[in-house]
């Protein structure tokens, strides 16, 4: 219906963060991955969100934090395994988001065949843009994603280049488990991904729709 989740409404955000991974081909590439021949997924806590006014913390265990901008889908009602022709009626709209990764960490984890938890799921690892409703948003898949560091462009992507579509993911998701309203789905990254350091300053934004910026912050505590 296109309703702002009622958590959000009240200013608690959303729910369950599900992020897909190598969603575009051309960082696949950068990453020196394969293609996937079905989704990759993981997940972040709620907790993990900010908004615009708080900083993102970079994790004390990491030294090479990175930036991965990325298409929110917000769910709007219930999905369980629904199919893809259905899928759409469950989206309520959506956000701009940031996959805070800490990338050394997770070079650990792909090495040691560990969960990507450490270098995903930390608190401010999931930085998110207002909320658009998705009658704002005639076509999800035409939709340009930038990123700056300090005003210089890093990344530049069009959601057309998705390897899979919203539908798509939206419907192998809830086969698997429930979606509910205010879940969040970063649908992933285009090409571009790279570091930030302490005070730098990261705007992003999606073409004619919303932009918005965020503080990277040093560790508050080291070990
Ligand atoms: O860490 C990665 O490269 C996987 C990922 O999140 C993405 O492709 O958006
Ligand atoms: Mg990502």
Redesign the pocket.
Known sequence: RGVLPSGAAQGRLWQNIV??????AE?AKE?GSALPAEPLFFLKPSSAYVREGSPIVRPYYCRNLHH?V?LGVVIGRRAQAVPQDAAMEHVAGYALCL?M?ARDT?EECKKKGLPWTLAKGFGSSCPVSDFVPKEKIPDPHKLQIWLKVNGKMRQEGDTSSMIFSIPYLISYISHIFTLEEGDLILT??PKGVGSVEANDEIEAGIRDVLSMRFKVLRPKYTF
């Not at 992020?19 to 575009?24: A, E, I, K, L, S």
């Open positions: 992020c897909v991974g190598r969603n575009y960082h990453m991965e990325e996959d990764t997770q992933g990254s």
